[in-house]
């Protein structure tokens, strides 16, 4: 009987054991089933507000912005090495600046002579926005190229900022514009990597993830010659202090008596050398650059299986939209096309050697006005009537329905210009 009694109260106390861990067990599952589902929930939310939160700084942006050339005075400028300057800017009337996304440019526009054309050229804001703060632009005074004749002249505006524009000067600027923007909906990791003076956008960035977003994961691969050419390291130092962010400098020349960092290497940026530092490919790569660099670092970047979509790039250059464009377009294919300028009362001849529909007139004497040669500033749109054409890369600018930016444009038939 005691034995009996004995198992029963052992079987009563096991049972209650087995129960009350499957009620832990079950209520456990029921939290983590909430758990999971609040996440999801305030996921979507968060989705939904940083959705709105971009529309409405995009508004902001649409209504505080200006229409075509307005004067900025210049407040300060400062060296930032050798051949590199910044300018600051501020409205000529006093007013505040309108806000832009880290990454955008502004365009500016010099006058010549009467029997010449202004220059237009862009430049990118260096600094994230701020509302009581000048627009900032980092210049680089370009050189001839390295195989151009004894005495070739440096590059006409950068030359003029670095030669002509100092404190108190006035320049005429278009409001800030450009796709080439981090974007700021999605918290993804962050790649950027520069070639040079293709440092600027990135500068923007950075500083906009600094003050707004610390904790998103950041890296910069910045390719230079030498330590010489090192741009806004203080900056990028100060930053680097944060968990989230690290840089990484290349040098292509060498870098020096002194010994490498552990944030340093020697050579150009490959994706051998992001693959030493990140543990995979899985980020958002933006890339800035010389074509050359630029065309290798894409190419390696598809090869290294990032998809197409996570890989955005700026060119600087028409040299750069080429590079890059050539890769995407099956330009060599091309057949021969036949190109008129009735105003010019010219017909000619393109075949895929003769470049952009630019080239191609500037080859035979046809004056097209053009500023960025590189599909962001819509100097050259040029309204087409008949014929086609297709764009070496996705213009930055937009142009009219039925014009052509002949700058970044082959022709895909017989095209015919006003
Ligand atoms: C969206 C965008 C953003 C940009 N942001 C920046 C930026 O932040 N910072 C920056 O420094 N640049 C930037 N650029 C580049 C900038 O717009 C200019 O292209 C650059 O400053 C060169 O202009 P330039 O008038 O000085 O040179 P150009 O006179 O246009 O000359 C271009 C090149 O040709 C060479 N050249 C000139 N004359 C001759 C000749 N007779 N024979 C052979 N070669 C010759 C020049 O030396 C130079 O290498 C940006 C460009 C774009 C499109
Ligand atoms: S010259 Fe600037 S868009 Fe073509």
Redesign the pocket.
Known sequence: MEIWLSSIVILVAVATAFFMAFDAWARMRWRRRRLAIDIERYTALADVLAKREAAIVESRLQSTSWKGFRKLRVTRRERETHD?ASFYLRPHDGQPLPGFRPGQ?LTFRFHHDADREP?V????L?QAHAPVRDYR?????????DD?PEG??????????HERVSEGSVVEVAPPS?H?TLDLSDGRPAVFIAGG??I??FLSMLEHLHQHEPEREAWLFHGVKTRQDRIAVDQLQLWARRPSFHFVTCYSIGSGPENLGPFEAEGFVTTDILKRWLPSSNYEFYVCGPPAMMASVMTQLQDWKVPRTSIHY????SESVQEVGAGTADLADAAPRQVSFRSAGKTLRWTPESGTILELAEAHGVFLPSG??????GTCAAPVLTGSFSALTQP?ATVEEGSCLVCVSVPTEDIEFA
């Open positions: 590199v440019f220059s050229r862009c430049y990118s260096s632009v980092t210049i680089k005074r370009l050189p001839p190229p151009a070739t002249s440096h590059g006409e505006v950068s030359s003029y900022f450009g080439f003076i293709g600027t956008p700026e060119a600087f250059t960025c040669r590189a599909g962001n500033c930055e």
